[in-house]
């Protein structure tokens, strides 16, 4: 069950709107201060900055990150997936496992990987926020369309699900704080439970995840307050006292900013609850088993797929997520670093890419999505001038 919609339509709406002269005075409100960032103090082994929170560093210029880092090994291989999922595999032609599927660049690669490696029949499960792009629907119908894996869409309210995300930028904007911009992202995280919901219609198992330990991001709940935890098991795990840290963070911070209070609260909850409360079980992150690989992964996208870029970023990551050119910008522009940093200094510690290879990739990651920005503006319905003018005067946490 794929359904697309009036996306299509949409897009050429946008690429036209964007590329018009009009579009140039908004574009000249971005800020790009990569001479002054720059300057900025990095990890001499990774790219980290002294802005990042809670960063530490020795004598040498190495971060506590790089210290405590532990290079990942794969658990095996995968024949030894393959041993463990055998369980759940079936000879009947019916589904056997699903695999969350955002249409982005690593849940294809893992989509690719459990039909055409492992050979199991998935399902690919989507949830539909009103935030994933018209470029990931298009690249989801490629993938699945050549896989011949059914795609099961579920589509939120979207209409309230905008109107939450507005409230709460606008809510934000009166108080800018940078641990909360993951409220942004909240609604999404009902992923979880309607994955789980599926698995229970279907009679199926086995979940097989597409998720990447190179995409950890500390600094979002760094800035809330929250010390990394180099011991964690996953990317995403909070333990019960980091919990309640956060939960009085963003409760201090709702105190300051009333706006928070709004529809958005209980679906907010709901899915901090879907996220790190629900049991999980049943499910398996394929890159403990199989090592990721950017260049397989690209040429994977481009000779097996076709897939389409974005036409304001070079890079394939992210861009199916039409929050992340939002987020990004305001990480980089009051910060000095963005999850391009993290990632490519996550890199450098794997040793997959040297250190000033990372540096001028990210040079050009960290630049403004204006395409991508007007897009978020305009479908939250937000005015695109007047944000980004608060995001710009936010002090910044390095010297201009």
């Known amino acids: 069950m794929v359904d697309f919609g009036d996306k299509f339509e949409r897009s050429e709406y946008h690429f036209l709107k964007y590329n018009s002269g009009q579009s140039n005075n908004f574009g000249n409100l971005l800020e790009y201060n990569v001479e002054a960032i720059r300057k900025i103090k990095r990890c001499t082994k990774c790219l980290l900055p002294e802005t990042f929170p809670f960063i530490e560093f020795d004598d040498e210029g190495v971060c506590d990150h790089c210290r405590n880092h532990t290079p990942s090994e794969v658990l095996s291989s995968l024949d030894e997936l393959r041993r463990l999922i055998e369980p759940y595999r079936r000879n009947d032609g019916s589904h056997d ?36 792009t018209d470029l990931a629907y298009r690249n989801a119908e490629k993938v699945c369309k050549k896989l011949g894996v059914e795609n099961v869409i579920v589509k939120a309210d979207i209409v309230q699900k905008r109107k939450n995300i507005k409230r709460n930028i606008e809510a934000w904007l009166r108080n800018p704080q940078l641990g909360m911009i993951p409220l942004f992202m909240a609604g999404d995280k009902w992923f979880f439970y309607y994955c789980n919901k599926l698995k229970k219609q279907r009679g199926i198992k086995l979940n097989l995840w597409g998720m990447n330990k190179l995409e950890n991001t500390d600094f979002k709940t760094g800035f809330a307050g929250i010390k990394p935890n180099f011991a964690k098991k996953t990317i995403y795990s909070l333990s019960k006292i980091e919990q309640l840290k956060l939960f009085g963070f963003v409760g201090g911070n709702i105190l300051k900013s009333p706006g928070y209070i709004n529809s958005s609260i209980f679906d907010s909850l709901g899915s901090f609850a879907a996220r790190y409360i629900a049991p999980k079980k049943d499910y398996f992150h394929l890159f403990d088993y199989y090592q990721w690989n950017e260049m397989e992964l690209e040429n994977l996208l481009n000779n097996e797929y076709d897939w389409e870029r974005a036409t304001d970023i070079k890079s394939s990551w992210r861009i199916g997520d039409g929050t992340a050119s939002f987020y990004n910008y305001i990480y980089y522009t009051v910060a000095g670093f ?10 450098i510690r794997e040793g997959m890419i040297t250190r000033d290879e990372a540096l001028k990739m990210i040079e050009e990651e960290n630049m403004p999505r204006y395409e991508s920005l007007r897009w978020y503006m305009d479908t939250v319905g937000l005015d695109f001038e007047k944000v980004i003018r608060v995001v710009n005067a936010i002090p910044k946490l390095y010297r201009l």
């Not at 599927?101 to 499960?125: C, M, Q, W």
């Not at 963005?338 to 890199?347: I, Y």
Request: proline residues 4%.
């Open 338 to 347: 963005s999850e391009f940093d993290t990632f490519r200094s996550n890199q």
């Open 97 to 132: 496992c699903i695999v969350p599927f955002s249409g982005g660049r690593d849940s294809t690669y893992a989509l690719h990987i459990v039909k055409k490696e492992l050979g199991l029949n998935p399902i690919a499960f989507t949830y539909d926020w009103g935030m994933a």
